[in-house]
């Protein structure tokens, strides 16, 4: 990922097998919720994306920092219960 700047394909290789299947998997779901009238989302894949940055940003910052915050399984466990419960109090759908 650091050398990503340089060698370009190796980020997009990486985006395309990795990252993306996870975007569109999330994505049709978030749909599918939204579709039911559980959630507010129109731009789906920028939905989706916020999700992840919120569950996944903070993690993987300070795993390659080297930090390791989230080895403990109960600390890992109560932040991404805690990330969850963010993302979905601000999509749910008002009853």
């Known amino acids: ?7 370009p394909s190796v980020v997009d290789d990486m985006m395309a097998t990795s990252v993306e299947p996870f975007v569109a998997t999330i994505s049709r779901l978030l749909k599918a919720a939204a579709d039911a009238g559980h959630i507010e989302s129109t731009d789906h894949e920028e ?3 916020v999700l992840m940055g919120l569950v996944l940003g903070w993690p993987l910052q ?3 920092l080297g930090q390791n915050r989230m080895l403990d399984p109960q600390a890992r466990q109560r932040f991404f219960d805690r ?3 963010i993302f979905i109090s601000g999509i749910r759908r008002a009853a």
């Open 47 to 49: 939905t989706t994306r």
């Open 83 to 85: 990330a969850w419960q």
């Open 1 to 7: 990922m650091a050398d990503g700047h340089r060698i």
């Open 62 to 64: 300070n795993t390659l």
